[in-house]
């Protein structure tokens, strides 16, 4: 049988050449993530916002009356809800915010959320609700606080690993490719104003875990042709590796992207944003392991000496002894 | 690396097939008549967003639990001054502040004073739970500690939780998992309730029921303008009552509480036809009722429930028979839910809802319907590609990733773990990433044939070099998963939970496992070329 080879053998592809315009590329497109989360805001859910969010679905209507029910519940006095449709036409998601001065007081999200249910129930026939999330301010509040510290001690924990496991480098060019696919995901979710939940949080952990599993991968071998190629300048040496693994990287990327399509084409629409930010995550991530991952340890520094152990004082003084040892004339073997 | 010792191959069987085997009744629905009982049961339990289902978040007012007790002490010290020989007079009492402080008279009563309240200021188990000091020479001032306030936080919380217990149990409904959650929350969950309305209405309601005397000399504009008279305190009308809108000044002492009742039930008063809850006292609050009455024929009495006057009828007889019947303007739902709320007793401290998540049967059915079609797509896709790829060893690797998603159900049955939407996701994810060990160690195998390595020692180092970076991915994506089920809640915990399981059952199914069958057929076959 003729093996499937998505990568040819031996490809020479010379990717540090592109080094400097990526390394830009990748910065200004993190800075305008960053300028994007700034200027547009996240677009929070329910989650994170504190509030009232109802799914329901009009039973005997094909197409669910999205403005009408946009402007009784703006009626409410509540602030403009947020009513789309949700999975098909007779099914919509209507989200209702905070208001500010509610967010402190306990119970003010449910009560909305009650008035909500029983105005549609109250105007249209044959409405059931499929779901119903309240969030009050406070709980939101930790929701978001939680989220945060979440995502800073994931990025710090893993690239403390790799420090540990490799070299300090390693461990800093680690947590810059991570802060650029976090960066990334984020700025997605802004300019596109795509729900930002507690799910697009799992995913950005998910995608810290997995977009590392490629750097690692192209780190291990880099760690390994320093060890072999002691004379090879880096920037060649950091090629070979990329090269070598890029077979790898396409494939174990591809298996992922294989089995998320479906659930991001198919799957229950609620979990459609969760699954998008992970296939994101996963381009945004393959890319910097080979862009941004590897050239930077050319910026830091490493060097084959990094990891050849040191010579310490009592290596040295055990060396000398040995070869005074030889010096002297050789005991006659019995 | 071609031997592989007979009891290295039973023991790696025998835990596949263990973990697998538990899979079994999650996957065909166990708990029927005709299980066998020899065979597992435990099952995946399914999360609310899958089963459909309530959930709430309630959290506790620990202000008032604090507020509660300065009361309590309040009395208890009052009672103890009056009972004291001679009686230590005592005024100019406060409650601000958290803390209870009060003037003597006499400024020679303190020692005195101070015998008398130092036993009162320690708790059970010895523990201090008020620090008592004397400002000004004059004026005492009772504080309570930390971990008395904590203590007492501690006990109503558990008892909320009970009556918590109590009042769902009597909602009928089945299977509610009830759990405290930090120091002042309870979650609470009910598969299967679409319309949490009843439910919510049951929990809000204290049913701290009161009956006060009413204080007849205040003066009817003060108390319209919210101002008491000293040793009273004012509570509106509740809505709905005739009184709706006005305000009535009861005496603070001297009243009783209503929460020495053995039952409580809705009925009907065959005179009015108004709907009414009838309570029975316990012999000991029957007692208190029958003294408080006698002593008071003729004057009016409120009965107060959650701090909202339901009505002030005169004390017209003594009332001994050990029940009551409260009215005020009840409907057959209302005065249903005072009852049962009542039964099961009063909560130590009021909860509101801060939190809730409500998914309909119809849809969490949509949703795993979805999910596993998308899953079982996804799979075949890994499948194809991988068999496409490598042959023979992407189907050794296939087979591992059937027996991980097997050994990945199995262990969560057994751990009783829950099955959420983001962990349909969680599965999805595993599948896929699962591969990538395989995936490394035959891309590996292929470069060594490449570089002239004979077949088994081209396989030998394969699988040895790989699994550093194999390892090293894993462990990585262990603390990022481990953050986020610390952090997560609910559903996003349930995603954290099927990545780390998947974790260590794809490393296992996709190291060892395959490795032990690629041993088997290069010392069965020993090929001089691998079409890899």
């Known amino acids: 049988m003729k093996l499937l080879k998505l990568v040819p053998a031996d490809t020479n592809i010379k990717f540090l050449k592109l080094r400097v315009p990526f390394f830009v590329i990748s910065m200004l497109l993190i800075a305008a993530s960053w300028a994007a989360v700034w200027t547009q805001g996240l677009n929070y859910g329910v989650d994170f916002a504190g509030g009232q969010e109802v799914q329901m679905t009009f039973e005997q209507l094909d197409q669910a009356p999205v403005a009408e029910l946009r402007q009784s519940v703006a009626g409410l006095g509540y602030g403009t809800p947020v009513v789309q ?4 036409p007779n099914i919509v998601s209507i989200r209702v915010p905070l208001p500010e001065e509610a967010e402190e007081t306990d119970g003010a999200a449910d009560k909305i959320g009650d008035e909500v249910i029983a105005l549609i129930q109250s105007q249209y026939d044959g409405v059931s609700t499929e779901a119903n999330n309240t969030v009050s301010g406070k709980v939101a509040g930790e929701f978001r606080s939680d989220a945060v510290l979440a995502l800073a001690l994931a990025m710090l924990g893993v690239a403390m690993y790799i420090w540990i496991r490799f070299e300090w480098q390693f461990g800093v060019g680690a947590l810059f490719a991570l802060f650029h696919d976090v960066s990334l995901t984020l700025g997605l979710f802004a300019v596109f104003q795509l729900e930002f939940s507690l799910q697009i949080i799992a995913a950005i952990l998910a995608i810290i875990g997995y977009s590392l599993n490629d750097t690692i991968v192209v780190y291990d071998r880099i760690r390994e042709n320093l060890k072999k190629f002691r004379k090879m300048p880096l920037p060649e040496l950091l090629d070979l590796s990329v090269n070598e693994t890029l077979a790898r990287t396409v494939m174990t990327s591809l298996t992922l992207l294989v089995a998320l399509l479906p659930l991001l084409l198919f799957g229950p629409a609620s979990l459609f944003g969760l699954v998008l930010a992970i296939t994101v995550g996963l381009f945004v991530g393959t890319y910097s392991s080979v862009y941004l991952a590897a050239p930077i340890l050319i910026w830091l520094g490493v060097t084959s000496d990094s990891f050849v152990p040191q010579e310490t004082e009592a290596d040295i003084q055990e060396r000398k002894a040995r070869s005074e040892g030889q010096a002297r004339p050789a005991t006659p073997a019995k | 690396m071609l031997d592989f010792p007979l009891w290295k191959k039973i023991m790696l069987w025998v835990v596949t097939l263990t973990a697998g085997l538990m899979a079994l009744p999650s996957l065909v629905g166990a708990g029927g008549g ?29 202000d008032a639990v604090g507020a509660q007790r ?34 003597l008279s006499e400024a020679s009563d303190i020692d005195r004073a101070r015998g008398l309240l130092e036993p009162m200021m320690q708790g059970q188990n010895l523990v201090r739970e008020w620090d008592l000091s004397v400002r000004d020479g004059q004026r005492m001032v009772l504080k309570p500690t930390d971990s008395g306030t904590e203590n007492a936080i501690n006990d109503a919380m558990e008892s909320a939780t009970e009556v918590v217990r109590r009042r769902i149990d009597e909602l009928g409904t089945r299977e509610p998992t009830i759990i405290r959650q930090g120091e002042t929350r309870i979650v609470v969950q009910v598969p299967g309730l679409d319309d949490p309305e009843a439910l919510k209405e049951l929990l809000g309601q204290t049913a701290q029921l009161e009956f006060k005397l009413v204080d007849q000399n205040a003066l009817p504009t003060n108390v319209q303008a919210g101002i008491a008279p000293p040793g009273s305190q004012i509570f509106p009308y509740a809505s709905g009552t005739d009184f709706e809108g006005q305000s009535i000044a009861v005496r603070r002492l001297g009243g009783i509480r209503g929460d020495r009742l053995t039952g409580a039930t809705a009925g009907v008063d065959p005179q009015t036809n108004e709907n009414v809850v009838n309570i029975q006292f316990d012999v000991q609050g029957g007692t208190r009722f029958c003294t408080l009455t006698r002593q008071n024929v003729n004057k009016p009495f409120a009965i107060i429930l959650d701090e909202e006057v339901l009505s002030a009828p005169n004390i017209n007889e003594p009332i001994c028979g050990g029940s009551a019947q409260i009215s005020g303007s009840f409907n057959a739902d209302s005065a249903n839910n005072l009852a049962i709320s009542l039964r099961s007793g009063a909560l130590p401290v009021p909860l509101t809802v801060i939190e809730e998540r409500t998914v309909s049967a119809e849809l969490g059915a949509d949703s795993i319907q ?17 068999i496409a790829t490598y042959g023979r060893f992407g189907i050794y690797a296939t087979i591992a990733l059937v027996l991980n998603v097997l050994m990945l159900l199995g262990i969560m049955a057994f751990a009783n773990s829950t099955l959420t ?33 004979k077949v088994i020692s081209a396989v030998e180092n394969g699988y040895k070099e790989a699994s550093r970076a194999i390892y090293d991915a894993n462990i990585t994506n262990f603390i990022s998963a481990c953050l986020l089920g610390f952090f997560g809640s609910g559903p996003i915990r349930g995603f954290a939970v099927v ?34």
Do not use: Y
């Not at chain 2, 979805?370 to 991988?386: E, P, Q, T």
């Not at chain 2, 794809?506 to 069958?517: C, D």
């Open chain 2, 421 to 453: 939407l983001p962990g349909i996701a969680g599965f999805v994810l595993t599948i896929g990433a699962a591969v990538d060990a395989n995936v490394l160690i035959n891309e590996r195998i292929r470069e060594e044939r490449k570089r002239g390595r």
């Open chain 2, 70 to 103: 300065l009361q309590n002490m309040e009395e208890a010290v009052r009672q103890a001054m009056r009972n004291a020989e001679p009686r230590i007079r005592i005024g100019d009492i406060s409650t601000a502040d958290g803390e209870l402080s009060f003037m």
């Open chain 2, 499 to 532: 990545l780390i399981i998947g974790l260590f059952t794809s490393v296992f199914t996709a190291l060892p496992l395959t490795r032990m069958w690629v041993a088997g057929w290069l010392r069965k076959t020993r090929p001089n070329d691998i079409n890899v």
């Open chain 1, 85 to 88: 449709e949700f999975g098909a």
């Open chain 2, 370 to 386: 979805r999910g596993l079609l998308a899953m079982l797509i996804g799979s075949l896709a890994v499948i194809v590609l991988m």
């Open chain 2, 34 to 62: 005709d299980w066998p009982d020899a065979l597992p049961e435990p099952t995946v339990n399914l999360g609310l967003d899958l089963a459909g289902g309530s959930h709430l978040l309630l959290e506790a007012e620990a």
